[in-house]
C-alpha cells in the first residue's frame, strides 16, 4: 500500500507517464469469458454435484443440459477468440508464462527478485488454469459420451472431474483474494478491466517488464524519428 | 533443463497426470471410499452414492399413510403398507449398483420381497407381460419386462445396509434391479402398473435405452 503513496523512484520517466498498458482487449476477452462460462460451470455442476443443493434444486435434467450447453459455449467462445483475437499477443503470453528463468525461482522460495509482466505465481495460476481447463474439457466429454456408450465408461472420469473441481476453487479462492482484497496486488484489476494498471505500482512489483516496456518504446521512438 | 521447459514441463506433467487419472483413479476411489466418513461423503460425496433427483422436490415418506399401489392386470387393484410388505416372505441380498454416469458401489446390502411374491398376492392375471414402477417423485417411473422383474436378484428393498432405506435413497421402498444401469432402479416406488406392454420411462424418453444392461446397452450404435 505505502509503495503506491510513494512518488515516482527518480528515473527517466516513461513516454506514457502514469499508466501503462498490461493486457489488449484480446486479452481481457478470453479472461472475461473464462471467467463467467467457469462461474456458470461451478454453479450448476455443484447442483449436479452436493446432494444438499441437488436435492433443493432437482430437475436434473435441465440443470445437466445447462452445464453441458454452457461448456459448448465456452468452447466456442475459445475457437471464436483464437481466430478473430490477437494470435501473436497471446503467443507471446503463452511464452512468458511457460518460462519460469532464475527470478522466478528465487520469488518463489520467498526471496526479492525482479518480475516481468506476470510474476512467478501469476505464471503458475494461468499453466493450472489452462491445464485445469484441457482436464475438465477432456473428463467432461468422457462423462458425457460414457452414457451413450458405456464402452467410454472410466473407472476416473469422475474422479478426476471432481478433483477438478476442488482444486480450481482453490485456485479461484487465492485469486480473487489478490485480485480483489490483498493490498499490494489488488492494483492489478484495473489491468484486467480497463487494460491499464499505475505505472509505479506496475514498475515496483513487475520491474523487469517495465524495463523491457521502455526499452521496446525508446527503441520504436529511434526507428521513427530516424 | 532451460527456464522456458520448466514451466512447460510443470503444465504438461499436470495435464498427463489428469488424463492418466481418468484410467488410474478406480483405485484413488477406492481409497477414498474408505478414508472418508460417510458423514463428510454424504454432503460432499467422493466416492460411491450420489443422489439425483429430477423433481421439483424429493418426496417425503409418512409410515401413517404411505401405500403401495398394484393396479393395472390384476383381479382387483391392491394397496399395501409398510407393514403388509414386511409381513411378505424376506429376501436378502448383496449386489452392487452401477450408474449410467460411470460411478459404482459395491457390496451393498438389500432386503425386501421379490415381484414374483407380490405379483402373486396382488392376483396378477396371466396376461401380464410388463411392469411399469411408479415413482412419488413425480414424474419419474421406469418399466421391466415380466421375465426381466422375474430374475432372482431382482427385489423391491426396504431395507439397505442393515437399516430402512433412507430419504435420498428411496424411503420407504424402491426397486433394486442389479444387473441393470442404477436409472431403472426406481426410488420412492408407489404405484405397481402391471400391464402387457413395458413403457417408455423417464430416461428413455431422454434418449437412454429400455433395456439398460451393464456394459451392453446405451451404445451410440442402438
Known amino acids: 500500500m505505502a509503495s503506491l503513496l510513494e512518488p515516482a523512484l527518480p528515473d527517466t520517466p516513461l513516454t506514457s507517464p502514469a499508466r501503462i498498458e498490461r493486457f489488449t482487449l484480446t486479452e481481457r476477452a478470453l479472461h472475461w469469458m473464462h471467467a463467467s462460462a467457469f462461474f456458470a460451470l461451478l454453479a450448476t455442476g455443484m447442483i449436479l454435484y452436493l446432494p444438499a443443493l441437488s436435492t433443493i434444486v432437482s430437475r436434473r435434467h435441465l440443470v445437466k443440459n445447462v452445464h453441458l450447453w454452457v461448456a459448448v459455449a465456452w468452447a466456442i467462445a475459445l475457437v471464436v477468440i483464437l481466430i478473430v ?17 532464475r527470478d522466478d525461482r528465487r520469488w518463489l522460495r520467498g526471496r526479492k527478485a525482479p518480475q516481468g509482466r506476470f510474476n512467478a505465481g501469476q505464471k503458475i495460476n494461468a499453466l493450472l488454469t489452462i491445464a485445469f481447463a484441457m482436464l475438465f474439457a477432456l473428463s467432461g466429454f468422457f462423462l458425457w459420451l460414457g452414457e451413450r456408450d458405456h464402452r467410454f465408461i472410466f473407472a476416473g472420469t469422475g474422479t478426476v472431474h471432481d478433483a477438478l473441481t476442488f482444486a480450481s476453487i482453490g485456485l479461484l479462492v487465492g485469486h480473487l483474494y489478490l485480485a480483489l482484497i490483498h ?15 499505475d505505472e509505479a505500482w506496475a514498475r515496483k512489483h513487475h520491474a523487469k517488464w517495465v524495463e523491457a516496456e521502455r526499452d521496446r518504446l525508446a527503441s520504436r521512438h529511434e526507428h521513427t524519428s530516424h | 533443463m532451460d527456464d522456458r521447459t520448466i514451466g512447460r514441463a510443470g503444465f504438461l506433467g499436470v495435464l498427463g497426470l489428469g488424463a492418466a487419472g481418468l484410467f488410474l483413479a478406480k483405485d484413488a476411489t477406492g481409497l477414498l471410499d474408505r478414508a472418508v466418513p460417510q458423514s463428510v461423503a454424504n454432503i460432499v460425496p467422493s466416492a460411491g452414492w450420489r443422489i439425483y433427483t ?22 382387483s387393484p391392491a394397496s399395501y403398507t409398510l407393514a403388509d410388505l414386511k409381513a411378505m416372505p424376506r429376501a436378502d441380498q448383496v449386489s452392487d449398483f452401477h450408474c449410467v454416469t460411470g460411478w459404482s458401489v459395491s457390496d451393498v446390502r438389500w432386503a425386501g420381497v421379490r415381484l414374483a411374491d407380490v405379483l402373486e398376492r396382488a392376483g396378477a392375471k396371466s396376461n401380464v407381460a410388463a411392469l411399469n414402477f411408479v415413482s412419488a ?49 426406481v426410488k420412492w416406488v408407489n404405484r405397481i402398473e402391471l400391464g402387457t406392454v413395458a413403457q417408455p420411462g423417464y430416461w428413455e424418453q431422454n434418449g437412454y435405452d429400455a433395456d439398460a ?5 446405451n451404445g451410440l450404435s442402438s
Open chain 1, 85 to 101: 483475437g490477437n494470435r501473436k499477443r497471446l503467443a507471446e503470453d503463452w511464452r512468458e508464462i511457460e518460462t519460469i528463468d
Open chain 2, 213 to 217: 444392461w451393464l456394459g451392453k446397452s
Open chain 2, 137 to 185: 417423485e413425480t414424474p419419474y417411473e421406469d418399466s421391466l419386462t415380466l421375465e426381466q422383474a422375474l430374475l432372482p436378484d431382482v427385489m423391491l428393498a426396504y431395507e439397505m445396509d442393515g437399516g430402512p432405506i433412507s430419504r435420498p435413497h428411496g424411503a420407504p421402498v424402491r426397486l433394486v434391479m442389479p444387473q441393470m444401469y442404477g436409472y431403472k432402479s
Open chain 2, 54 to 75: 429430477i423433481g421439483s422436490s424429493m418426496p417425503t415418506f409418512d409410515p401413517a399413510t404411505y401405500r403401495l399401489e398394484v393396479t393395472g392386470l390384476v383381479g
Open chain 1, 183 to 197: 493490498p499490494s496486488t489488488r492494483h492489478a484489476l484495473r489491468g484486467m478491466t480497463a487494460g491499464d494498471v
